[in-house]
């Protein structure tokens, strides 16, 4: 082990050992820890005893480095989860576990589990872990009960630690005395082998005989789980009987894990195997079942009266048992949430909609998260490419012939080549890197891009190994030129020169491989126990979901679709990054990064009705609808109910408490002026009927009637890129409508900027300075917002202005009257450019009607193809 890593390894250790005995961990801990090793250090007999004859050269960079990493890791907060109940739940005893079972049962499972996450889990992190985990166990049902079928779905961020909460819940759950438990890890091999080996470590704690994980030293015969599948083979009938030993529910007190694939014919298999063995629904067993990546594939998106057939399955095997428990396990819970909550089916039982309860968990604060990425770091880690249209188009088919691949593949490459190299200065030897091309969805055009890769790397690995220990090297390869070149541009502020991080690069180079991930590869991608992996992977559908790619700091992402879910789960980027987070860069479309942008935004938006609705009590089903009615979700879920032969599709839009912006606004300058006259024809009605207020600088006129916002909306001329306005998220028609079908007076706005100062109708203000994208045919406010702060809280009261702030949803909460915000703005290149805002009035659990339109059939069966075609082929 390198010796950087080992000195860590020490602090971390003695860290822990401070922790536990004050309870509480200062920074002044960790500085006190570090000079005690430095100390130490300096002693030759006692870093001899410690340490043998291990020769330690860490400079004052190296332990600047470690305090860093230890504090990264330490410092972390995580809150708790919310919890939305169904209405039989809220009666139920939800208390089962942590009032009683949990005190008299062993907890040998979960105490085993948490004493192994402690090698990589702050406390904090593994105190929210126990306590989300009991709040789900509650939420199950005693084992002891009778009879019982409860169906549930937990909510976490991509890549954030879902596995790691299932696996404290299936040693909760055995330790409470589930005896059957099954995990449906996703449709293909790779991740249902990483999940087997994951659950290996975390309940089973064998892996082939050997202790592993949290089994090291604590793998107790008689408590040792019954694993009938292996990180090699899935169920089949053979394995498990040879697994089993002759064992069953009834003749053994160990609980049986299987670990299977979301497929047909092995759910099958695991049908027939039960069945063989009772030939009556089994009684007095417990079953858990958890479905991993729930939203994919187990949904029903046919008729109730003929489902999908791993729905079926789902169902079939749940109704084997009179005690189960179906708990969805999913980043994008879209698709869940619009299962019929009434379906239900004599013989292959209920449908999987969590009726029960969804729990939503928290990330902890060193999650490497979409807002983080998308919103707070001002795209440093974002690499906006657009050089790719014509080597690898949007549009290709499978047989396209990909002549040559975008030099903005070959930089990001490079960048990779560098990360391991600064990696391995950093003292992170012995960790994995990985570097994602995700290209394309067709198996055959992977294959020739794996080409072009291997051909590339090929030729890196051959100039830096006979040029790069030279000096002046760059002036015989032009290959370590352009590494030098992308050094200078990629690494601002590095702690590392470009020769100390080429002369690593030299030792580092012939350790890549290029690895591709679909159903028919040859060689597969292993991330090995013994030795670093550095890889580059090539793949689609296969590595964009459930599946983690180990150390990966460069993402090249080429894929596109305008559904929430399916892009979601593509960004295998996010997780934890520590001690490397300032070398990830992800290489995408300006498109794609306005998309991921808009997701967070509504994404978080959803999470915040989610904790209102968990205080008001009220159910999953009212969280669907309200998702269903979310003013973006046409873009998030329509796609799932795939009404193949739709006649006519209703889509219902709940605007209050939502506010919309244009945004977008048409770049055609004839539009522009007429939609500057369109706020000058307000403001002259509002002059002449009404009274305005001046509050700070802007002005107001209230009780307006609806009228009079009305024919403003038909003059101005909106950006529509769809016919209903959308995806450039001005809903116009929806918004048309709310104007028609609300009997409300309005409030109108003005506001006043910074820039020039401005008059209309004897109305003063300044102009609003604003920055903006130019696109092909629309004109982007920067950052997606036209109005700033405050603005939607200009008609409240003084007081509770400034008890609000900005606090957007609060102060909608607080509208009498919804809200037309008119600016004047001032950009580059167009001196004055009008836009306008609605906040509406209220929240999530408003009771006025939805705005219910009738959806174009086209326009909504052109949403569906992209889902179509979205495993690769």
């Not at 006519?648 to 006259?677: A, C, P, R, Y």
């Not at 009404?690 to 209230?702: K, P, Q, S």
Request: glycine share 4%.
């Amino acid at each position: 082990m390198h010796s950087y890593n080992i000195i860590k390894n020490f602090i971390f250790t003695k860290i822990q050992l401070v922790q536990e005995e004050k309870n509480i961990l200062e920074f002044s801990d960790i500085d006190a820890e570090i000079l005690n090793t430095k100390i130490l250090l300096s002693i030759p007999e006692a870093c001899a005893a410690l340490f043998g004859d291990i020769v330690f050269d860490l400079s004052e960079n190296d332990f600047k480095r470690i305090k860093k990493d230890l504090e990264t890791h330490f410092d972390v907060k995580m809150e708790e989860g919310i919890l939305i109940q169904g209405e039989k739940q809220q009666n139920r005893d939800t208390t089962w576990w942590t009032g009683v079972a949990k005190q008299e049962s062993s907890t040998y499972y979960w105490d085993r589990y948490k004493k192994y996450l402690k090698k990589s889990l702050p406390d904090e992190v593994i105190r929210v872990v126990d306590r989300d985990t009991d709040i789900v166990m509650d939420n199950t049902e005693n084992p002891k009960v009778e009879n019982f079928s409860r169906y549930g779905m937990v909510v976490g961020h991509v890549q954030s630690g879902k596995t790691a909460n299932y696996s404290a819940l299936i040693c909760k759950a055995a330790d409470a005395g589930y005896k059957f438990i099954v995990v449906v890890a996703g449709g293909i091999n790779n991740l249902r082998n990483q999940t087997q080996e994951r659950l290996n470590e975390s309940f089973v704690g064998k892996d082939k005989g050997i202790q592993v994980g949290a089994g090291i030293g604590d793998s107790s015969l008689d408590k040792l789980p019954i694993s009938l599948t292996t990180t090699e083979r899935d169920f089949n009938k053979q394995d498990a009987d040879r697994n089993a030993q002759g064992s069953n529910f009834d003749n053994t007190s160990t609980p049986i894990l299987l670990v299977i694939k979301k497929n047909t014919s092995t759910l099958t298999n695991v049908i027939k195997w039960l069945e063989s063995q009772y030939k009556n629904q089994i009684e007095t067993h417990a079953m858990l079942m958890i479905d991993d990546e729930s939203d994919y594939a187990s949904i029903n998106t046919k008729d109730e009266n003929d489902p999908t057939a791993i729905n079926k399955k789902l169902r079939k095997l749940l109704s084997l048992f009179k005690k189960s428990v179906y708990t969805a396990y999913t980043a994008t819970p879209y698709a869940n949430i619009f299962i019929d909550h009434e379906a239900g089916n004599n013989d292959i039982g209920k449908d999987l909609f969590p009726n029960d309860f969804i729990y939503s968990l928290d990330a902890p604060t060193n999650y490497f998260g979409a807002r983080k990425i998308f919103l707070d770091t001002n795209k440093k880690h974002l690499v906006e490419i657009d050089d790719y249209l014509d080597d690898i188009p949007p549009t290709h088919k499978k047989d396209f012939s990909l002549l040559y691949v975008p030099e903005s593949l070959y930089d990001a490459m490079r960048v990779f080549i560098l990360n391991i190299s600064i990696r391995n200065l950093r003292g992170q030897v012995n960790e994995h890197n990985s570097m994602l091309i995700h290209a394309t969805r067709f198996t055959d055009v992977h294959k020739k891009l794996a080409s072009h890769v291997e051909d590339f790397i090929s030729k890196v690995k051959i100039d830096v190994t006979s040029y790069g220990n030279l000096p002046d090297a760059i002036i015989y390869s032009d290959l370590i030129k352009d590494l030098k070149e992308t050094f200078k541009i990629r690494y601002i502020d590095l702690e590392f020169t470009w020769n100390e991080v080429l002369e690593n690069t030299c030792k580092s180079i012939n350790s890549i491989v290029v690895r591709e991930v679909h159903q028919s590869t040859s060689v597969s991608l292993e991330y090995r126990k013994d030795r670093a992996t550095n890889a580059i992977v090539i793949g689609g559908t296969s590595v964009s979901r459930g599946y983690t790619l180990e150390g990966l700091s460069v993402s090249y992402f080429l894929r596109n679709t305008v559904f929430y879910d399916t892009l979601m789960q593509m960004g295998r980027w996010f997780g934890y990054r520590i001690g490397y987070d300032d070398l990830c860069k992800i290489y995408m479309s300006e498109t794609m990064v306005d998309n991921f942008a808009r997701i967070i935004e509504s994404t978080e938006d959803l999470i915040k009705d989610f904790k209102l609705m968990s205080q008001a009590k009220k159910t999953p089903n009212d969280f669907g609808l309200a998702v269903k009615q979310h003013p973006d979700s046409a873009l998030q879920v329509t796609a799932r109910n795939k009404q193949k032969n739709v006649r006519e599709f209703f889509f219902n839009m709940k605007l209050d408490g939502q506010s919309k912006e244009t945004s977008w606004l048409v770049d055609d300058e004839v539009i522009k002026k007429n939609n500057i006259l369109a706020i000058e024809n307000i403001i002259k009605k509002l002059n002449i009927n009404y009274l305005n207020e001046v509050i700070g600088t802007d002005t107001l006129w209230r009780t307006v009637n609806k009228q009079v916002i009305k024919d403003f909306l038909k003059e101005f001329t909106v950006f529509q890129n769809d016919p209903l306005g959308i995806s450039a998220r001005m809903p116009i028609a929806f918004v048309k409508k709310y104007v028609n079908d609300r009997n409300s007076d309005w409030d109108v706005a003005l506001y006043s900027g910074r820039g020039v100062e401005d008059e209309i109708e004897r109305v003063t203000f300044k102009r609003e300075e604003r920055k903006i994208k130019l696109k092909n045919d629309y004109i982007e406010i920067q950052n997606r917002q036209v109005s700033t702060g405050n603005a939607e809280s200009i008609t409240l009261d003084k007081d509770t202005r400034k008890e609000l702030a900005s606090n957007r949803k609060k102060i909608r909460q607080r509208l009498k009257n919804p809200l037309l915000m008119l600016h004047i703005l001032e950009v580059e290149g167009n001196p004055r450019l009008a836009a306008f805002g609605i906040s509406f009035p209220g929240d999530v659990l408003s009771q006025e009607e939805t705005i219910n339109l009738k959806i174009n059939t086209v326009y909504y069966q052109n949403m569906l193809e992209e889902l179509e075609n979205e495993s690769d082929d």
